[in-house]
């Protein structure tokens, strides 16, 4: 089959040919309907050779869906043909985060060297895909794949992120959103659903902050080193904060617009720091750096997509063209989330 693989340290992602995967006990093989393209992958091609945790070559996609083609020995529950989406932060599936869906935070993920498709393991850029276990997959019902895929990560992400700190979003209080991309724009549609706060979205580009106000955003400010006084500006401070971009940066701006008690949350994972002291935050806030979410958060994610409230903005590419949404991904040039169509 056709895939899409990293294969060597400060290459570029190249269109492959490679085996056909086979379902062995327990896995399940999908066709590939859609694959969603991460600013992660941006991250995981820069990292030098001792910053890379698994072996090269890597054939990308951590976002995918598809739908049945074949299974191995002993998996039950799942039908040739059904369409599903794939959790993709898998774990041993019975430590004790694992029993709660927490399968993002497997306390033996390391020690057993399980790695997320996409991210270690095999990818979606591919024609067909090879799930680990059938409890890796979530039935679509009725969701266009297309448009869906990037609610995997780009919309469980944030789903995460902001369901910790809903207690704090109550009528009166601001979040703000840093970088409007392909998770912030889901960031803000699903503030703009669970909560009543007022959403302020921060980004470098014109275009981004037309994209979040189109998507739900009250408040669009430039994300300069000015940035974090007009914030203030128009609310006093935010209770909470989401950083969709991690650099120094953003991570300054993102304690600087805390209010008392606020909970900022730095998502992005472009290598800054938030710092957190007294005099350097304000008073009570909490700062947390998150990591994917859980299955039951997708599964919830997926269900406010059908209730018809999230939108992800997407640009279809073949496989053939995937090393260009790469290239457009890295220059700053995708609106939303770019989505390659391996069978398309
Ligand atoms: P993206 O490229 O689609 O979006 C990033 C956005 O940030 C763009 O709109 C860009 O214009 C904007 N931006 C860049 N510099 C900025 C600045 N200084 N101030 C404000 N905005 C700025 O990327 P994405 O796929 O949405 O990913 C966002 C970040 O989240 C990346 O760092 C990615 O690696 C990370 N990520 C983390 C997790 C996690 O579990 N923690 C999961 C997925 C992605
Ligand atoms: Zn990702
Ligand atoms: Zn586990």
Redesign the pocket.
């Known amino acids: 089959m056709r895939a899409v693989q990293y294969r060597e340290v400060g290459g570029s992602p190249e269109v492959v040919s490679v085996p056909d995967p086979e379902p062995g006990p327990g896995q399940v093989l999908l066709k590939v309907s859609a694959a969603g393209v ?3 992958d ?2 995981v091609m820069s990292w030098t050779a001792e910053q890379l945790t698994f072996p090269l070559p890597l054939t990308l996609g951590h976002e995918a869906a598809g739908t049945v083609e074949a299974v191995g020995d002993g998996v039950r529950g799942v039908s040739i043909g059904e369409p599903v989406a794939v959790y993709g932060p898998w774990g041993c599936g019975v430590c004790v985060m694992c029993a709660q869906g927490k399968e ?1 935070y497997c306390v033996r993920a390391d020690e057993l060297g399980i790695l997320p498709p996409g991210l270690g393991a095999p990818g979606a850029i591919a024609e067909y895909l090879l799930v680990d276990d059938a409890r890796h997959l979530v039935p679509l019902g009725g969701l266009d794949p297309v448009a869906n895929v990037p609610l995997t ?2 919309g469980l ?1 944030p789903y995460h992120a902001i369901k910790g700190a809903l207690g704090r979003l109550v009528p009166g209080s601001a979040a703000v959103v ?7 724009h889901v960031a803000i549609q699903l503030l703009r659903a669970l909560t009543p706060a007022t959403v302020i979205a ?4 014109e275009e ?1 902050l037309e994209l979040a106000r189109a998507v739900g955003a009250h408040e669009v400010v430039l ?1 300069d080193e000015r ?1 974090a006084e007009r914030v203030r500006g128009l609310t006093g401070g935010a209770q909470a904060v989401f950083d ?4 120094q ?2 991570a300054a ?1 993102a304690t600087a617009v805390a209010a008392a008690e606020a909970e900022v949350v730095i ?4 290598g800054g720091v938030a710092q957190v002291g007294f005099g350097a935050i304000a008073f009570d806030a909490s700062v947390r ?4 979410g859980s299955r039951s958060e997708l599964i919830e994610v997926l269900e406010l997509a059908r209730a018809g409230v999230i939108d992800v903005h997407v640009e279809t590419y073949s496989l053939d063209e995937a090393p260009k949404a790469y290239e457009r ?1 890295h220059a ?1 040039k ?1 609106n939303g ?1 770019a989505v390659i169509l391996p069978n398309g």
Do not use: E, M, Q
């Open positions: 991460c600013h992660s941006i991250a993002n990560d780009a992400t840093i970088g409007a991309g392909g998770l912030g921060l980004d470098v580009s981004k994300s940035a969709f971009v991690g650099v940066a953003t701006t998502v992005g994972i472009g750096a998150p990591y994917w991904l700053g995708v989330r």
